[in-house]
């Protein structure tokens, strides 16, 4: 094995506090997979997929599980704020590290923007006439400053905020649960007719079912916070391993359980599906009063809390590679145990991303978007790939060391990365997420250049 995939990156992460507690993880972990794009953009995937929406979930749920369990295991022995990326460089060398670093940072940051234009749209729909911009300035403050101050605030705004998520799914499995049941009190059972009726469980075909796999797969992003949180808990090893260990009923209840709910509900080709939201939409059916405004309510509190974590994110990921030397130095202060050059520098860059939205919508933001649109996919394969080579060496320098294992290594792992190649080879032949495809494998290769020639310069020196 090469020199690189034994060699340690010099970890920064002496420097952070360990303020987050175990509450504070655990929270987070629940919370992470609970977004917007759950709660809003699932509607789009169900309207391609019908009922098929579930197998779709399914499906790509199970890939995400064995991405965590990979990453879970890599950052349950070498615990970082860096994450998946410093895992990369470990297992391949700097250029790897800095490829996928700084392709999540700029994935982060631009969703941070886009995460604020959402928020800003649903209360200007409760205030109209206010404008659009002063609420995203307001929200990017906040949560700029809340990332400046202890990173104690960080866990207690996202300890909060998944709270309200998961309060809210849960109550809406349960009542959705003793509808179908019919012994919800005002509504009687759907039974199966909105399974088998409409075009049958796959009205859409297999093209609708690729459709609901592909916006499934996106609806994951997210779950890689809480390996990044695990180097600031004040137990790294316990923590990340026990989030990991549930992530297998968090995505089989929370995302799979929701669709099969829904689509049981509500016919899948209602047209409230798309324009008021799956969940509203099947609140509605359920004749439940004031329910539009109650899921407005909770997608708030998703999108403000998504804000918060990707500017966590964003920042503890340029931390590390600056501190890895793969990147400019002046992101690296540490003052009060948080970075905050570099909480700044996440924050700007969705400043500037909201400015594009304003002054080019037609152009520069769509051309923003595409760029990222499989970023996900990167760093997803980055994180097997790397795991592939670190647990051979973990085996042969430490064998007890790991906290979490991967199943059947290396079978699982090379399933996984099968997935993912099936769902690049998918993405190539829909034209919508065929230009997200050659954008994002474009910046990929732009930054793997720069990193290796990075890696070289830094090797002379």
């Not at 800003?120 to 403050?141: C, I, N, R, S, Y």
Request: proline share 5%.
């Amino acid at each position: 094995m090469p020199s690189t995939a034994a060699k340690a990156p010099q970890e920064p992460d002496a420097s952070l506090t360990h303020g987050l507690k175990q509450r504070h993880l655990s929270m987070i972990a629940l919370g992470g997979v609970i977004g917007a794009g759950l709660f809003v953009g699932s509607g789009a995937g169900i309207a391609a997929a019908g009922p098929s929406i579930v197998l779709a979930y399914t499906l790509s749920g199970v890939l995400v599980m064995l991405v965590m369990r990979m990453l879970g295991e890599m950052s349950a022995a070498y615990p970082s704020s860096g994450s998946f990326s410093a895992h990369a460089e470990r297992a391949f060398g700097p250029w790897a590290g800095f490829t996928v670093g700084w392709s999540f940072w700029v994935l982060l940051c631009t969703a941070v923007g886009l995460e604020g234009i959402g928020a800003a749209k649903v209360v200007t729909g409760w205030l109209p006439g206010t404008p659009e911009w002063a609420w995203v300035a307001l929200f990017m403050v906040v949560f700029c400053v809340t990332n400046l101050a202890a990173v104690k605030n960080f866990g207690e705004f996202e300890f909060w905020f998944a709270a309200l998520k998961v309060g809210a799914i849960v109550l809406f499995l349960v009542l959705g649960v003793l509808a179908i049941a019919g012994v919800l009190p005002g509504t009687h059972s759907p039974g199966t007719a909105n399974l088998t009726g409409h075009g049958g469980f796959f009205p859409g075909g297999g093209e609708g079912l690729v459709v609901g796999l592909l916006a499934s797969v996106f609806a994951y992003g997210g779950l890689e916070t809480v390996t990044i949180a695990a180097a600031e808990s004040e137990d790294p090893v316990r923590g990340v391993a026990r989030a990991v260990r549930t992530a297998m009923w968090r995505i089989a209840l929370f995302y799979v359980g929701s669709m099969a709910v829904i689509v049981t509900l509500v016919p899948w080709d209602s047209k409230a599906v798309v324009e008021k939201g799956p969940y509203v939409a099947a609140l509605d059916e359920l004749g439940i009063p004031g329910a539009g405004q109650l899921m407005n309510v909770v997608v708030l509190v998703a999108l403000l809390s998504a804000m918060n974590a990707n500017v966590y994110g964003a920042s503890r990921i340029a931390y590390s590679l600056v501190g890895r030397g793969l990147g400019p130095g002046t992101l690296g202060r540490v003052s009060g145990g948080v970075p905050r050059p570099a909480v700044l520098a996440s924050s700007v860059f969705g400043f500037v991303c909201v400015a594009l939205s304003y002054w080019r919508p037609d152009d520069v933001f769509p051309w923003l978007l595409n760029m990222i649109g499989a970023v996900v996919l990167v760093v997803w394969a980055f994180v097997a790939a790397s795991q592939l080579r670190l647990r051979r060496a973990l085996e042969r320098e430490a064998p007890e060391r790991p906290a979490v294992r991967t199943w059947a290594f290396p079978y699982l792992t090379w399933v996984a990365l099968a997935g993912m190649a099936a769902i690049l080879v998918l993405m190539a032949r829909e034209p919508d997420t065929r230009v997200q495809l050659y954008w994002t494998g474009g910046m990929t290769l732009v930054l793997a250049g720069v990193g290796y020639g990075w890696q070289k310069v830094r090797a002379r020196v």
